[in-house]
């Protein structure tokens, strides 16, 4: 049977019946209901900006609509909100790098999908279990999904034990299958973090377990907005359960805000150094146009427990996330 510690403990299994720029501000009305958007794409005015950067702001009337919202943000720690084809609406808290804890697997998956690309609703590639993943699914000391060395897994699967029930088992298996090595593997990670304009944040690890992978809240909406261009990365983190094929077990979404809301993801991560930590994606109607709404808050309640941590981050997410639903079109609603 799986173990969940320090890292990010997963819920109880279901019976087996079945992770620095300064801020933007929010875009003017006008312009914002001008821009073309897809779900999933994001806008900058004054010129082409890639996946990851964060929408342009300008003057008193920006910061008035922001201002107006009165987030609920968090008394520690850091945060940071943008909405798709709107942009942010602020930061909280020193960007400072810190720990992930699991948070860290949301790259994971993302160069995962970037290098071994799957269609919606397909199952990818097929991938072998090795002995280290195998006898890793039994450690005492963090999270892990069971898997049998020799069997073959789908890359889905494999991605969405990685991510539902965060096994770091899994994510150092997928990190050798997909470079060869995990240092390898590392190196793409944090490659793909320069190209992404995350420039406070080290990865030295797959899975959130080594307290010297850092980040800080703005560079995780940087990679939550480039990966939510992802179908497949979209139904992998909006999935609720997961069973591990073997094993008897199925997993519910660490992710306690899934399903409401609106909120469609994102990841979770905790530890003691790290505290609690949260990503979260939400889907709302403004002004006639659905919109990605996306979310980070980082070290709550650091240097406590995992648990307490990540209560901590998901009340902090919640508050968030409901009042951005609550008050974001009366914001934006033309005077």
Sequence with gaps: MPHTPATDRAPAPAPSSRC???RSLLVPLAAALALATGMGTWYAL????????????????VAAVAKSLHLPWPAEGQASVAVEGIGSLGTRGEQRPVPIASVTKVMTAYVILEEHPMRAGAPGAAVTADEQAANESYSSVETTAPVLAGRTYTQRLLLELMMVPS???VARLLARWGAGSEKAFVAKMNETAAALG???????GVSGMESSTRSTATDQLRLARAAMEDPVFREIVATR??????????????NKLLGRDGVIG???GSSTPAGGNLVWASTQDIAGTPRLILGVVLHQRAGTSPAEGSAAAHE???ALVTAVRATLPDALRPV
């Design 20 to 22: 620095g720029f300064r």
């Design 46 to 61: 004054g010129g082409a900006a890639g996946p990851g950067a964060p929408a342009a702001g300008s003057g008193d009337t």
């Design 167 to 169: 096994g770091n088992n």
């Design 198 to 204: 995350m420039e406070r944040t080290t990865y030295t």
């Design 241 to 254: 359960t997961v069973e591990a094929p073997g094993a008897g077990v199925t997993f519910r979404n660490t």
């Design 266 to 268: 994102l990841k979770t």
């Design 316 to 318: 902090a997410g919640r």
